[in-house]
């Protein structure tokens, strides 16, 4: 229960903080985008593991400003297994199309973490966005329960 409400004031920290930092931003600047997510793919640095390396999923995403999108949704993940998560992602650098930064949420499903429950996590997020197709790219990292990976997640625009 404390790990919950410490993981969900985490995310309203990130939420706060990067909606402030767009705060200074003229109004009719920029206007909302809402992406269909639709899962996608993943290499890991263990290959030798047999994990499934095709991520089906559905899931929505919410760009509020240049900077700030929010993220919902689940897949089947590399352990074969659902995942269902909500993240906050905060690109600060862009060239482009492609934007640069990080994803920060809550997910489950991997029973090598909290036995398959909630856990926060966190990663280098690079985006695409086109004018109707998207892809984001993010980088796992080694860890003691988790092998690290490369994802690539596709996307296309609604509104």
């Known amino acids: 229960m404390v790990t919950r409400f410490l993981l969900l004031a985490g995310l309203l920290l990130c939420w706060s903080s990067a909606a402030l930092a767009d705060a200074d931003q003229p109004a009719d600047a920029f206007k909302s985008e809402l992406w269909v997510n639709v899962g996608g793919f993943s290499t890991h640095f263990n290959p030798n593991k047999n994990y499934n390396e095709s991520n089906a999923g559905v899931g929505l995403e919410y760009r509020t400003s240049p900077t700030i999108s929010f993220m919902a949704g689940s897949y089947y993940n590399s352990v074969r297994h659902t995942t269902t998560y909500a993240a906050v992602n905060w ?60 994802m690539a997640q596709f996307k296309f625009r609604l509104k």
Request: hydrophobic share 45%; aromatic share 14%.
């Open 91 to 150: 690109q600060p650098y862009s060239m482009g199309d492609f934007k640069v930064g990080v994803a920060a949420g809550v997910m489950d499903g991997y029973p090598g973490m909290e036995r398959g429950g909630t856990f926060f996590a966190a990663l280098p997020l690079v985006t695409y966005e086109g004018k109707l197709f998207g892809v984001n790219f993010g980088l796992i990292p080694d860890m003691p329960k988790v092998n690290g990976a490369v």
